[in-house]
């Protein structure tokens, strides 16, 4: 990082606790919706809301002071003719799932219910989870605002609008597809695994070798054959022909990308895999098969649209076969190069359709690049200035993608149309990994079954994610339990230090805004820096798995997240902080409609 640590500290605090007294309708128990000044004032115009998961207002900032950084100039364009906030501070806890909702409702997590990324489900029997993607919204969101009013509504991937019930559902919507039908896996086959062919291959001036490569499982497969292109009177394989199952085969050399498609599935299926070596005696080579993957849409004809007009779903970045730790972590970054291409062609698909008033978008890849790369504090395993900056500029290269998409999007839109572009957190570096469950199994408040994971007659159980962890006790825990934990927790110490940042029970949590049923009945959240974790290891400390991490309270400059936005009736202006909880009502304000019922009015802006 080029600002020196002290002065990019994550410890210091930058945004008040919670803004309850100065908006009450987020932080108070009001009397139910608030219409607020700004009720329908425009008719007729459309807006879109584009979420970039993980735009740090800071860095954002930062980076639209350097010349170059974001050449596109998506963003300054933006900030040209409309207001650019230099932070925007997310919900607590700051993370994904909870600040989505929060974007799209305009409500707080106490409103929304949406408290983590996981939450126990009440639903079913103790110590059942629930995802914070999944769990029911309390509040009401902007798609049914808007669609109780008679606009039309159409997202790609936003948190929350997945067409799982008619309270999740845009009129149309593209989903995130989170489950390859096959893993993604690098082969390495050795010369032995090469067949000899029947007949010599066309254009190869060596022996025909063939491999047949298969989709786990599956029956489906794709077939190599083996390439010399240099008529030297030597074995020296350079190349291999890709024999596909559907579409034309192709030839690919190391380095090169390629995608498989697959015959038979129920819409295009495919994979995106890569030629990272080949040894010409074909002693070694390294394959990358993609993971197996095809779209998700509502309705059905949606994904078939899909399917001809951008191909089949391409999968997030491998952080297990490119992570920071491998060989070749530059290749996560042109896997997240091409998710946010695709995603791009999707938003502008649906940006050229006219059935729609409001657009909710979402492109996750800036955060799953710094949660991966985000290495800019000495006290984080394998620092070192050279190792840093290569990291960092993995991460100016991300946001330099998302400005370059959202450069393609805003040339899309007309001058009469509201274009809000946002995010739901930052990141902050982070260096040691608490093991949270297994700190509460040592204090004797949790049991393991066989299989390692927390066992129904345990007295507690802790959800968790970046930095807080919800402790849910068990009905049947003898009583004593939460205090027991609490003292526990208090004793607790990293390097002589406590991790905490807070410890609250449920019903002190009003100041965070986490005093919702969902809650569990001890709130903790860690220090910039410090992870939790639900591994099951002996040592309670050590190191994270990922270099960035977020979900702290929002009280902290690197967490806060981006606004910047343009419009009919948007000043230009340039301001230090908005929250995110008052984004809802400024679209619905755009849009021509009442805000959600739950969401957060101001009396300007
Ligand atoms: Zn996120």
């Known amino acids: 990082m080029k600002t020196p640590p002290g002065h990019s500290s994550p410890a210091k605090p930058l945004l008040e606790e919670h803004a309850a007294s100065v908006f009450p309708a987020a932080g108070a128990r009001g009397p ?36 170059g950084k974001l050449a596109a100039g998506g963003y300054a364009r933006l900030a040209e003719r409309g207001l650019l906030a230099e932070r925007m501070q997310p919900p607590t806890p700051s993370l994904t799932a909870v600040s989505h909702v929060t974007l799209a409702t ?20 103790f110590p059942a989870t629930i995802s914070g993607f999944d769990a029911p919204i309390r509040a009401e969101t902007l798609w049914e605002a808007a669609r109780r009013q008679g606009k039309r509504v159409g997202s790609v991937l936003f948190p929350g609008a997945d067409g799982k019930t008619p309270a999740r559902s845009a009129d149309w919507g593209m989903v995130y597809v989170n489950d ?18 029947d007949s010599p291959e066309r254009g190869s001036f060596s022996p025909g070798r063939r491999l047949t490569v298969a989709f786990g499982k599956t029956a489906h497969s794709v077939t190599f054959a083996a ?26 050399a190391p380095g090169n990308w390629f995608p498989v498609e697959v015959r038979g599935e129920e819409g295009r299926t495919g994979a995106w895999c890569k030629l990272l070596s080949l040894a010409p005696d074909l002693s070694k080579a390294e394959i990358y098969i993609g993971g197996l993957y095809r779209n998700a849409a509502y309705p059905e004809d949606l994904r078939r649209s899909l399917d001809d007009r951008i191909g089949f779903w391409p999968g997030p970045p491998n952080d297990r076969v490119f992570g920071a730790g491998s060989a070749h972590p530059e290749v996560f970054l042109e896997q997240a ?19 729609w008033d ?14 991966e790369f985000l290495l800019s504090d000495p006290r984080q395993e394998g620092f070192s200035p050279e190792r840093s900056a290569r990291f960092q500029g993995f991460i100016d290269r991300i946001y330099a993608t998302a400005d370059r998409e959202l450069d393609a999007i805003e040339r899309a839109l007309t001058p009469e149309d509201s274009l809000f572009v946002v995010s739901d957190h930052g990141m902050t570096p982070v260096w040691t990994d608490i093991a949270f469950n297994e700190v509460l199994r040592q204090g004797g408040f949790v049991r393991r079954n066989a299989e390692g994971r927390v066992d129904a007659s345990s007295s507690a159980m802790a959800t968790i994610s970046g930095g807080i962890a919800h402790i849910y006790v068990n009905a049947s825990a003898p009583a004593g339990t939460l205090e027991g934990i609490e003292k526990l927790l208090s004793g ?23 005093d919702a049923p969902e809650s569990g009945d001890l709130i903790v959240l860690t220090k910039p820096g410090i992870v939790l974790s639900a591994r099951t290891r002996a040592e309670l400390v050590g190191r994270p798995q990922e270099l960035g991490a977020h979900g702290y309270r929002n009280a902290y400059a690197d967490i806060a997240a981006s ?25 619905a304000r755009a849009l021509g409609i009442a805000p959600p019922k739950n969401a957060a009015t101001t009396a300007s802006r």
Not at 106 to 125: C, F, H, M, Y
Not at 180 to 197: E, F, G
Not at 563 to 587: F, T, Y
Request: proline share 8%.
């Open 32 to 67: 139910g919706p608030v219409p607020g000044p700004e009720a329908p004032r425009r008719a007729g115009h459309r807006a879109v809301m584009i979420s970039f998961d993980g735009v740090s207002g800071t860095r954002l900032t930062r980076l639209l002071s350097e010349p």
């Open 106 to 125: 305009g409500a707080l997590p106490w409103q929304t219910g949406i408290v983590s990324n996981t939450i126990l489900d009440r639903e079913k029997p």
């Open 180 to 197: 390859p039908i096959v893993a993604a896996k690098l082969q390495t086959p050795d010369a032995a695994a090469w067949n000899a062919a």
């Open 227 to 252: 390439l010399d292109s240099t008529d030297d009177g030597r074995v020296n394989y350079d190349r291999l022909r890709v024999e596909p199952e559907a579409g034309t085969p192709s030839e690919v």
């Open 337 to 355: 190069e091409r998710f946010s291409d695709f995603l791009t062609a999707a938003d502008l698909f649906a940006v050229a359709r006219s059935d």
């Open 358 to 371: 409001l657009l909710v978008l979402y492109q996750p890849e800036v955060d799953s690049v710094e949660h």
């Open 492 to 514: 607790f110490r990293v390097d002589g230090e406590s991790p905490w940042d807070r410890i609250v029970r449920r019903a002190d949590a009003r100041s965070l805004g986490l």
């Open 563 to 587: 606004l910047v936005c343009a419009g009919p009736g948007i000043p230009h202006e340039r301001i230090g902080d908005v929250r995110s909880w008052d984004i809802a009502a400024r679209v």
